[in-house]
């Protein structure tokens, strides 16, 4: 059997990471790479991978299985997922959860006048965490559901603190509160505040001379970001910053507490949890296995836009089923 | 909508906690217990619940749109599910691994003859602990997986220190080694031995002036059972052992590490865990979720033998896909 054939839409952080899975998928294959930069200033980690400028996309629809598209939710994936899906089979990770309806909608309906698969929201937040929810609700109707994140790097917050004036740069934590976990856990069932279940932890980079009580206010004080949190603010130097805090970890856990049974009802907590090194190679590795669910998906002549939560698990494998059933089940 | 009707077949532990996760479901209504008992010996904890011998399945044909099968793995199942199939859409917790393959062919072969849906091996393990393995593999391909199961009562290995002469009644726990789950956890890799994986707790009740030393004896050197763990007795009387040992806990984690990246590859370590105050019960919440699944999959038009892999999540629920897009993703 050939390899699926992967492009990918958008070279930043989770582009590389989406390259770099496919090495890891023995049953896919990078051909292409698209990018509104100048294709001669993108050089992919991976030899005879070409580059196009992301207008020539409708030119290599022949050559391409799936496109696997990296851009941001904010702008680009709302204008860039539709107009692609009219195109190819398409896998994004649109992540403004509140905004997944809208987004939905106009995938499925561009997908749907073309016949191609477009699985939105792969990742894991949207994502795995996504499916750990809805099998916990599935089997325990009474209960009650909790997300924890990180330990873990929030892009969205780092960049929140590195727009406030005499910020060079900066790096942001989110960090669950290890007693708030343990109450769920224990299945107390705890009404928890915004401020209960996580701090933010920021480590920054000042300019010289800056008033460093100035940020430090104008961080723990920045709304919506900030000011619902127990924020700290750690003041360091460029180098201190680019030694321990290169990477992009992330993770977080998923918990459902809920009862069975009769009037002594019994307890049960599902834990779905992850520790992740790296937050977009993990994420593009989720998005390469939907790929290939999304391949397919499409050859079994289905369209339209998909979640993970209509994938059914064995189309993210590799494996065919009957190896699965023999050794996974 | 009218409600799903769900049979059940056999009425032991297994069989109750299906009725009582019936309770639970609203799209769900239990209609009858089937029985090979006497059914005037078996009085269902839901008022209206007919009860019919086991023998009379054939006539309830109409009347029922899922049958749930509450019977073991050992002797029940091979030769019940196979044949329901042939009457009903069914579910069954099959649960001898090795099995799998061969049960999943009969049972596939009879459910397609006469077009129903027959979802088998639901529960926990095989189950949601099967799906947490599959999507693991699939999204970090390079990795090692790790199950553990408890601390929980195995009712195989409880049956088994029954059997031993001089024993009145006993309760097993499968107890995993806190060293070896860190390990695991820290993404060390470890290579673990069945002995250092679990330990087993054995609480027995001796008949009066039994050799005690003999029956120890018998228990930690019972090939396959005990023989390959590091297994301790307390003998204690039966009124401690209903008073202490009632319950029937269980759980455990599956976990995979695994690598992503270029050559300083970075680690990331998924973990999927269970606490369940009852093991029959919440092993009847997954198979009724399955049923719903199954009936909906019927109503497809889909046939033949499916698993857990085979069900999209969304299926699993009550909620309409576009609700769970819009609160759960």
Known sequence: MSAIRIGILGYGNLGRGV??????????ELVAVFTRRDPSTVTPLTDGVAVYPADDLAAHQGGIDVLVLGGGSATDLPEQTPACARL?????????????????????????ETGHVAVISAGWD???????????????????????????????????IRRVPGVVDARQYTVPVPAAME??????NP?????????R??????????????????IVEMPNYFADYDTTVTFI?????????AGIPHGGSVIRTGSTGAEGRNTHVIEYSLKLDSNPEFTGS????????????????????????????????????????????
């Open 237 to 245: 130097s460029q180098a201190e910053l680019d030694r321990d805090h």
């Open 88 to 112: 190819f089979n398409v896998v994004d990770s649109f992540d403004t959860h509140a905004n997944i309806p809208a987004h939905f909608a106009a995938v499925d309906a561009a997908a749907r």
């Open 201 to 218: 932890e920021c480590f920054v980079v000042a300019e010289e001379g800056a008033d460093l009580a100035a940020i430090e206010k104008a």
């Open 19 to 28: 390259e770099l899975a496919c090495r890891d998928n023995a049953d896919t």
């Open 126 to 160: 949207p994502g795995m965490f996504s499916v750990a929810r809805l099998y916990a609700n599935a089997v325990l109707p009474n209960g009650a559901d909790y997300t924890f994140w990180g330990r873990g790097v929030s892009q969205g917050h780092s960049d929140a």
């Open 191 to 199: 009404q928890l505040t915004t401020r209960q279940k996580h701090t």
């Open 286 to 329: 989720v998005l390469v296995a939907c790929a290939r669910a999304a391949w397919r998906m499409a050859g079994e002549g289905m369209v339209g836009a998909k979640t993970v939560f209509d994938i059914p698990p064995a189309y993210l494998s590799a494996t065919d089923d009957a190896e699965l059933r023999a050794t996974m089940l």
């Open 183 to 188: 109450a769920v856990r224990a299945g107390e």
